[in-house]
């Protein structure tokens, strides 16, 4: 019961901030009221809560991509949020009785789609490929960190995006400092991520 009423809450705060804000304004703080409701359904221990919300954000997130103009600082915070969300609901998933991942994946997909619809959109095309191969190091490092696999997968479909991005849109318009740069970085990148794994192949041999 005190989860129903907690989604009647957040619904009548949804209505006065689209009321106070405007778009595209009203879904920054959208964003940021779901990553909330998340924390909140800590206390309430519910199920219901968690699952109300992710349907909440998709059809923010939806009504955001149809309705409102572009917004960096709202498309940044979609990804925030998302990663956000699926880090609180690994962290304290036995307080949230969730017996499935789905929930989790479902919020990392959503997180590692915008966080490159994101760089895409706010930095200039020279910056785009350097900018994703950057956050594929960074899920990369959130993997050996957190020693979760998910993000390991993300760092891997990241890296991919990037080659796919360099070699059909990239290469032909690219001035030549900034393709070989790009190249440079995706390289090395792909060098440590091969001796860290086979540093760690061997490690795992001698115990």
Not at 7 to 23: P, W
Not at 85 to 102: D, K, V
Not at 129 to 158: D, E, P
Request: charged share 10%.
């Amino acid at each position: 019961m005190p989860a129903v009423y907690a989604c009647f809450g957040y619904l009548a705060l949804s209505t006065a901030i689209y009321g106070f804000s405007g778009m595209p304004l009203a879904f920054f703080w959208l964003a940021l009221q779901s990553l909330l409701v998340v924390s909140m359904a800590l206390w309430f221990r519910s199920r219901i809560l968690v699952v109300a919300n992710a349907l909440i954000y998709i059809l923010i997130l939806a009504a955001y991509g149809v309705l409102s103009p572009l917004s960096h600082p709202v498309n940044f915070s979609f990804a925030f949020v998302s990663l956000g969300s699926a880090r609180i609901m690994n962290w304290q998933r036995e307080r949230l009785t969730l017996q499935t991942e789905n929930l989790r994946i479902l919020y990392l997909a959503l997180g590692f789609v915008m966080v490159l619809y994101s760089l895409h959109s706010a930095l200039p095309p020279q910056y785009v490929a350097l900018s994703w191969t950057v956050a594929a190091a960074a899920y990369f490092l959130f993997s050996v960190i957190l020693r979760n696999i998910k993000y390991r997968w993300m760092a891997l479909f990241t890296f991919l995006a990037t080659v796919i991005y360099l070699f059909l849109i990239d290469l032909p318009r690219l001035d030549p400092e900034f393709r070989v740069a790009a190249f440079i970085f995706l390289g090395l990148m792909a060098l440590g991520i091969s001796l860290f794994y086979s540093k760690l192949k061997r490690f795992l041999k001698k115990r």
